[in-house]
């Protein structure tokens, strides 16, 4: 079975992302818990944030993220460079 390089892109997106899930629910859970006290309320939100964009930035800066994102936008990439 042949899959196509986007099919590709989401398997290994998703693989290494819904793992990562149940943390950040359980964080998100414990972040809204904290915001109605009013002195933590912007720290626990900011603190979660960040904790997901870096998770993000990681996950986007990996070699196999990375490498099947150019494949699958590869057609893209010679279209654009035509122009």
Same mark, same amino acid.
């Given at each position: &079975? %042949?899959?196509? =390089?986007?099919?590709?892109?989401?398997?290994?997106? !998703?693989?290494?992302?819904?793992?990562?899930? =149940?943390?950040?629910?359980? &964080?998100? $859970?414990?972040?809204?818990?904290?915001?109605?006290? =009013? =002195?933590?309320? /912007?720290?626990? &939100?900011? $603190?979660?944030? /960040?904790?997901?964009?870096?998770?993000?930035?990681?996950?986007? /800066?990996?070699?196999?993220?990375?490498? $099947? !994102?150019?494949?699958?936008?590869?057609?893209? !990439?010679?279209?654009?460079? %035509?122009?």
């Amino acid at each position: &079975m %042949k899959l196509s =390089p986007n099919a590709k892109l989401n398997i290994v997106f !998703y693989s290494i992302t819904i793992p990562i899930v =149940p943390f950040v629910l359980l &964080m998100l $859970a414990f972040a809204i818990v904290l915001a109605l006290i =009013p =002195p933590f309320r /912007n720290r626990s &939100m900011n $603190a979660v944030e /960040n904790v997901i964009r870096k998770f993000a930035i990681w996950r986007n /800066n990996l070699p196999i993220v990375k490498n $099947a !994102y150019d494949k699958a936008h590869l057609f893209d !990439y010679i279209k654009d460079s %035509k122009g």
